[in-house]
């Protein structure tokens, strides 16, 4: 029977993309060159494989003021202060605060039922502020954010300092909910919990099906409201 439930923020309560997609805009804006929508691919690509590295140990979040903007700058053929455009971008996230499709129903759902948790990668402040801004903070019996943990997912050590915090729950009675296949699931797998795929991306049922056998995700949901038939 589960106890506790630990939900990932980015993409999976809170909408990601389109904040950095207003960051992005605001970012070349400031910095006098001209943003076009169609780049947006561009910085999903390069923050992807950043943060997969990051997630792999071969880059830290210390890392990201010096690699990220510089990375899709060149991938663009853009010249600009990168350190400059992250700290800026960091501002325009620290304030958004979009929610996923059913984030807030969800949550209403499993409050009065879980330990809710927040497991996240990412700057502490920031997390803390969004979620604040959606109204979900409140929600949350404990929020755990990488900074603060002192290391990111998928690191088994992450689950470890979590459950350290949380008296008399063993990982086999928790659940992680993500989408980010690495990070939640392999994650949430290592420390023994049960997972969840958070599906955002348009597939098949074969596909699907596919991703179930390679990274034997307990559940896989498309929408978050189906949540409500597993807990």
Known sequence: MIRAVFMDIDNTLLDFD???????????????LIYKPEMFSVFKEENDRIWKKIEQGILTMDDLPYVRWQAILKKLGLEADGVAMEMLFRKCLFYSAVPMEGAKE?????????????????????QICRLKK???LKDFDHCFVSEKIGVDKPDVRFFERCLEQLPGIRAEKCMIIGDSLTADIAGGQAAGMETCWFCREKMEESELENVRRTHKADHVIKRLEELKDLL
């Open 106 to 126: 969800i949550l209403d759902h499993l409050q009065e039922k879980y330990i809710l948790c927040t497991a996240s990668n990412g700057p502490y402040e920031q």
């Open 18 to 32: 389109a904040a950095a997609q207003e960051g992005m805009a605001h970012c070349f804006e400031d910095a006098g």
């Open 134 to 136: 959606a109204d979900m």
